[in-house]
């Protein structure tokens, strides 16, 4: 039987080996090694805050969840030892057990109970309910700003505006907006719509000055949403009698829908996160009512609102840290993560649709 593989051409393309080949697998590899530091290092901190972080919002016992720790509002932790054993209690059950025992001594003719090693530790019990109550808010209202100014931003930079010495100015203060550290934004905010406007530390103060944060982002990540669709679009609409606005909002905007929603992703990580900002225009540390308590419906929007970020920022530096403050700031930190990816899960998954819906 011949053996044809002795007469086949040699492949042009084969690797040779050599130095060449070396260096680019050393680069490659390279590559690869920092990309798995990055995941390990992302991970190491997620899992930590993950672990931690469930043992306050999960329990052994039905329904599984902490419920405790979503429906009530922050509370000063009681511990002290009476009877011969340790109790741990939030404010108010703290405030009734000590009622019930004085009024139980007076009535055995005893005195008044005292309690050994009595210590109290600010926000240590209670739930973070107000704060996940305002930090969606905060989320909401700031994204729905950015995203209405910076698609119209976008739309007149990439649609309207002729490209000249101005735009391209304009484009340049925008990206050097991205860079701004977001404490100035907050001063900014303090300076604009606490003072100057009357607003107060609100809701409204709070919303613009998240908004105006991202709108860099927003107003970045659309104008190059809004330039990658075909030209064909536009010709083929206007060459149909469509005016510039009809041609806009029927053959461009639906198709770029997809990479504002990618902006508005980003803008919600961002936004989500920051404490700076918020620190000088909306949180407080503690409010007792949640928004929508309010006498007059103009007052929800000019009242401020507590805010995760701020919270874990205040739990995690500004009171006297022990295993009971621990609890807190892991299950904050863990319920926080949770928030924040609920909703860009829920951007991505409609980016998806509309990606299906608009595809050219």
Not at 105 to 133: H, K, M, T
Request: proline residues 5%; positive net charge.
């Amino acid at each position: 039987m011949m053996d044809t593989t002795k007469n086949a051409p040699e492949n042009p393309f084969r690797s040779r080996g050599g130095a060449l080949v070396w260096r680019e697998r050393a680069i490659f590899s390279l590559f690869r090694a920092a990309t798995y530091c990055i995941l390990l290092c992302g991970a190491l901190v997620l899992g930590n805050i993950v672990f931690k972080g469930a043992g306050t919002v999960f329990s052994s016992r039905f329904p599984f969840v902490n419920t405790t720790f979503f429906t009530e509002a922050p509370e000063t932790l009681h511990v002290f030892e009476y009877e011969g054993a340790t109790h741990r209690l939030g404010d108010r059950d703290y405030r009734a057990f000590r009622a019930t025992e004085t009024a139980r001594a007076a009535a055995e003719g005893r005195p008044a109970p005292r309690f050994a090693n009595e210590q109290s530790i600010v926000y240590s019990a209670g739930g973070i309910l107000p704060c996940i109550v305002g930090t969606l808010l905060l989320v909401t209202g700031s994204m729905t700003i950015a995203l209405v100014l910076g698609v119209a931003s976008a739309v007149y930079l990439s649609e309207y505006a002729k490209s000249g010495p101005v735009v391209r100015i304009i484009r340049l203060a925008i990206l050097n907006l991205a860079g701004v550290p977001s404490i100035v934004f907050g001063l900014f905010g303090f300076g604009m719509f606490v003072i100057f406007f009357g607003w107060n530390v609100s809701l409204m103060a709070g919303w613009f000055t998240l908004a105006f944060m991202v709108l860099p982002v927003v107003i970045t990540a659309s104008e190059e949403s809004l330039k990658a669709v075909p030209r064909g679009f536009r010709e083929g609409s206007l060459a149909l009698g469509a005016t510039k606005w009809q041609t806009i909002r029927k053959s461009v905007l639906p198709y770029a829908l997809p990479g504002i929603l990618t902006s508005s992703i980003l803008g919600i990580a961002r936004v989500a996160g920051e404490t700076a900002p918020i620190m000088f225009t909306a949180a407080y540390v503690v409010r007792d009512k949640l928004p929508w308590q309010v006498s007059e419906i103009s007052d929800f929007f000019f009242q401020g609102v507590m805010a995760l970020p701020y919270h874990i920022y205040v739990v995690s530096s500004k009171i006297p840290q022990n295993e009971y403050t621990e609890r807190v700031q892991y299950g904050s930190a863990f319920v926080f993560l949770l928030l924040v990816a609920l909703i860009a899960t829920a951007s991505i998954i409609l980016r998806a649709r509309l990606r299906r819906a608009y595809k050219w």
